[in-house]
Structures are given as C-alpha cells and as structure tokens.
C-alpha cells in the first residue's frame, strides 16, 4: 500500500493538476490562479492557447510544452525537474487533465518518483452536462471518445448495449452524424440520448430526444463545436426483447443491413439477441445473397 505523505515533508517539487475553463473564464477558480501564479513551470498542452489564459490572470510564470506528441521526451525531464525541488502545474487546452488529454503517464512518472501529486476541482465538461441532461445522473459510465473507425465503433458500442447507468461520450462535430446513426442502430432507434454543445459559452445548447432524432437532425443541421453526447442506459426489462421479432433470422438480418450495418455486423447483432450459432447463420445469409 502506497500513502502520499504531505507534500510539505518531501525534498521534492510537487505535480499540481490544474482545470481551466470549459468556455467561460469566469469558470477558473481562484485556487487555480494562486497556484498558477506560484509554481515554478506550467506544462501545457498548448502554450500558446494557455498564454491567453495565463494572460487574462496576470500570470506571467513560465511555460513549457507537454502534449501527445512529446510527452515520451518530456516526462523523464519534468520528473527530473521536481525530484530537483521544483513545482509544476499540468493543464490542458481545456478542463480536467488526464481526462480525454494528456495528463495520465505524467501522474504515473511522478508517483513512481515519489514526487506527490495534487489534483485541483474544477470544470468538467462530462459532469457539467450530466447534471442538466435530464438522464439517470449515477450510475454513469465515462467514455470518452469512440473509434473513428467504422467497424471499431461499432464494436465498442456493441460491448456498451446492454450497461445500464448513463453513458457519458465526446464527439468532434465532423464525426457526430455518423456516431449518432451507429448508436441509433446497435443501441436502438429509440434509445433516449442528450447532445450539449458550447457549454458554459453564450451558445450553450442541449438536444433532447431518440437516437433516431438526434441522428435525422445532425443529418440536416452543420454540427459546429465540441459535444458531449450522453446516451440513458438500457432499461434492464427491455434487454431481451427483441425489436425485430416480427421477422425470421434471415429478414431481422437483411434488415439491419439495409439500415447500414455490414452483414457481419448484423449476423452478430442477430446472433447475440436470439442465442443463435452466429457461424451458421451467417453460412444461412451468405446462401441467401448468392
């Protein structure tokens, strides 16, 4: 078992993770800027994005880059800055570090090092449209992004059909109309789902309805910012029925097909929801097709 000692009894710097705002400025905490203003060097995700912020504050404490991209250069040299006594701060483009940015294997680095690690509160854009969703707030499952892969994306949904709690994801406004039609059609037509966009900003927006509305909407409307897109969980009386029970095998195959699913994607969807042998049915389909 590890204990942090206060970070006041060691020899080392210490790892401060500091939130920025979501959109709204007004959103940085006064225990942010403090902190800001004392250590000794930000690692930002993009120096120049937090020099606005830094900016705006009067922060004037020097900058160093950590991102994706260099954080397997960077981590041995800041861990090699604070077990020299210096105090950093970790902040990404927006929000909570770590979460959906860089931020994790430098915790880890530090707490390998025994250089203690202090988290700040402050915004998060899955928690803040949670709480106005209008969906089951706890239990809740975050995400984070899909695969942008097609046949990935639809396998990752496929594990997450049956979860119960609200499941909380991030999506790029280029990508939403095609995740919103993969949820509609593994998760189901009618499964209810909440979009937020822009939030805390002036244009801050949520979209409530099915999986199909939401996905007929993005259709015909430009998507245009960051969203959170928060899906309700499975309603457990509802998992074994089948919305497709009209129809053979076959048809409930054919007919996924036609709503875009690739014939091994339906022959599994299938397979699972009527305990069939997916390998048989499959040869079942194929004969049919040819």
Known sequence: M???QSFKQHATGTLYLVPTPIGNLGDMTQRSIEILRAVDLIAAEDTRHTAQLLNQFQIETKQISFHEHNKEMRIPELVAKMQAGLDLAQVSDAGMPSISDPGH???LAALAADVPVVPIPGASA????????GLTPQPFTFYGFLPRKQKEQITALE????HQETMIFYEAPHRLAKTLMNISQVLGAERQVVLARELTKRYEEFLRGSAKELADWAQTNEARGEFVLLVDGAVEQ???IDPLAGLTDI??????THQGLKTTQAVKQIAKLRELDRQALYLAVQGLEK
């Open 251 to 256: 048809e409930a195959v054919m007919a996924l």
């Open 126 to 133: 899955g928690i803040t449209a949670l709480i106005a969703s």
């Open 105 to 107: 294997e430098l915790v």
């Open 159 to 162: 594990r997450v059909a049956s």
């Open 2 to 4: 590890q204990t942090q």
């Open 238 to 240: 509802d998992l074994a």
